[in-house]
Every structure is written in structure tokens, then in C-alpha cells.
């Protein structure tokens, strides 16, 4: 293959997740500062610890809300949905994306079919898909990401990331580990997804997620130097 080799470019994702820690409002600037560090795509979390009272309880006009604040600023929103009533809910305003998280996978396969049904892009994590083969039939609206579901994901543990992303059945990595290394590595071998934590604030304890995350200084580093790893990588092939 020559040094004109034509790539995809790399889609960035900003996993919010549960990082607003239950505050809309900081919520709205997580979505903001997200799409101002290179962020493709800012993801949330739907009817995860979601019950009346929990961190994450998003009822149907807060997912109205959190839809006009990223079109507002031009950002693509994704959910990873984790009960059929939060696939329910969310149908209705028609996202362009969707995630399955591992532990649905494995908890929840016949939710993930109907998700698929929809014949949406939906990227699939599979941290915890133990068993050989993928865990559903081939279809082009899926990317599998590698992930290792250990939060965080301790440097040792990361010796089966794949040595060739385009070898592989994985279209990247959904990262776990503290800092931007791994997710750079997993972009030299060829990832063209990486999906990253993102916080203002590591030390915030009000969820264990903001310890492995990374802030928008760092997720700006990682899409500035993945994308000018990603060109190297496939010039030299």
C-alpha cells in the first residue's frame, strides 16, 4: 500500500457519562467544552442508576433539554441505553447513534437486537463478551470497540489490545485506563474510534469514573496528537 493510502478519519468520543454528577447545568458545560476539545460525539448514559432520586435520573424533558443544548453547539449526542424503557424514551427524538455498553451485552441481548432493528450506528463495547465470535450477526450499522471492563484499567491488563485494529473485528477502543497512552497506542495499530472519559475534575469521588477520565486539555492532546499519529501510521504502510 502506498503512502496515499485513503483512511477514515478517527471518531472521537467524549464519554460524559455520569460525570455531570446529577447537575444539569454542568451537564450543559460538559456537552460545551466536549465539542470545543475535538469531541465527534459527547455521550451520556440512559437509565443507568437512573431511578427517581439516583445520580442519573434524566426524565423525558431533561432528554429534550440535553438535545437542544448539543444541537445548540453543533455536537452529535449519543446514549448508551441500558433498559428497554430508556430505549423507549429515547426513540422519539431520533439519535443519529447508539452505544451498548458490555455489561447489556451480556445482561441484555434481546434489548440490544431491538436497538440494532432500528438500523442505527450503534458502537458496541465488549468488556465483558467472554465467549468466541461476536456476539451478533454481522450487520454494517455495528462497530465493536475493544474495551477491558476494570475501571480503571491498569496498564497490565491492556497486553491483548489488538496489534492490528484493521485485522481485528474491532473498530477501536473504549478506554478505561488512566491518561491518553492507550488510546494513542490503540490509534497507531490502526483504531478509528476511541472513546474516552471526560471530566473537569479527577479528583471529584461523587462517581469512581472521574478518576480515569480525562479533562479537556488532555482530550484536546489526544485528538491533536491521534490524528497526526493516525496520518503517520498509514503513510508508512
Given amino acids: 500500500m502506498s503512502g496515499n493510502s485513503v483512511k477514515s478519519e478517527i471518531t472521537f468520543i467524549a464519554e460524559i457519562g455520569l460525570n455531570h454528577n446529577g447537575n444539569l447545568d454542568l451537564l450543559h458545560s460538559l456537552i460545551k467544552s466536549s465539542k470545543e476539545a475535538g469531541a465527534n460525539i459527547s455521550k451520556l448514559q440512559l437509565g443507568w442508576r437512573g431511578n427517581e432520586g439516583e445520580l442519573n435520573h434524566i426524565k423525558e424533558k431533561d432528554l429534550e433539554n440535553i438535545f437542544n443544548i448539543a444541537a445548540y453547539y453543533d455536537q452529535n449526542l449519543m446514549f448508551s441505553i441500558f433498559t428497554p424503557e430508556a430505549f ?55 462497530d465493536y470497540l475493544w474495551c477491558k471492563s476494570v475501571y480503571p484499567t491498569p496498564s497490565w491488563d491492556l497486553k491483548d489490545l489488538p496489534k492490528k485494529f484493521d485485522k481485528s473485528f474491532y473498530s477501536g477502543i473504549s478506554d478505561h485506563s488512566v491518561g ?45 496528537l491521534g490524528k497526526e499519529i493516525s496520518k503517520i501510521t498509514y503513510q508508512s504502510i
Fill in 180 to 224: 491518553i497512552e492507550a488510546s494513542l497506542l490503540a490509534i497507531s495499530r490502526g483504531a478509528l474510534v476511541v472513546e474516552k472519559h471526560f471530566t473537569y475534575d479527577k479528583s471529584d469521588t461523587t462517581i469512581r469514573d472521574h478518576a480515569l477520565s480525562i479533562t479537556p486539555i488532555e482530550f484536546s492532546q489526544l485528538v491533536s
Fill in 88 to 142: 423507549k424514551m429515547i426513540k422519539p427524538f431520533k439519535p443519529k447513534y447508539y452505544k451498548i455498553a458490555s455489561r447489556t451485552v451480556v445482561d441484555d441481548p434481546g434489548l440490544v437486537e431491538s436497538i440494532l432493528e432500528e438500523n442505527i450506528h450503534t458502537y458496541i463495547s465488549l468488556g465483558f463478551w467472554k465467549k468466541e465470535g461476536l456476539p451478533f450477526l454481522k450487520r454494517d450499522n455495528i
